[in-house]
């Protein structure tokens, strides 16, 4: 081995070993919109929720991951998470739940699920559903 190796040879790998552990895949982003049907225009105080919610457990709550609540609700209404892989246990099942609330009132809320697959960069599509008829 030549002389001037010896001493970068111990540098040359741990750059390799810290750079392994900075992978790209660090992240899951998970996107899409939420919209609904409803040719209204919402008031600006309507406040949009969507989550990233852990579904796995049948008769338990789903555990809420990442949560963004915004006002000034348009359909459609784009939203992205980017959460840290580590926050994603193997052989569980997430989902996005949606829902827009007007003076604490539930205005629409998605009635069907929408499973994230993790390995995939498609974006969601979630349909939110108008409740009751008072509105």
Avoid at 25 to 53: C, D, F, H, M
Avoid at 73 to 81: G, K, L, M, W
């Amino acid at each position: 081995m030549k002389k001037w190796l010896t001493p970068v040879l111990p540098l040359m790998m741990a750059a390799s070993v810290l750079s392994g552990c900075a992978t790209p895949n660090a992240s899951v982003a998970i996107q899409g919109e939420v919209w609904y049907k409803e040719r209204i225009a919402l008031p600006p105080q309507a406040v949009l929720t969507v989550q990233v919610k852990d579904v796995s457990l049948m008769d338990a709550p789903a555990v809420v991951i990442a949560e963004i609540e915004r006002s000034g609700v348009t359909t459609p209404a784009p939203f992205e998470f980017v959460i840290n892989r580590d926050q994603f246990e193997s052989g569980h099942t997430y989902a996005i739940g949606a829902k827009i609330m007007l003076d604490d009132q539930l205005m629409f809320i998605n009635t069907q699920a929408y499973n994230i697959d993790l390995s995939s960069q498609e974006p969601l599509s979630v349909l939110v559903q108008k409740v009751g008829a008072g509105r």
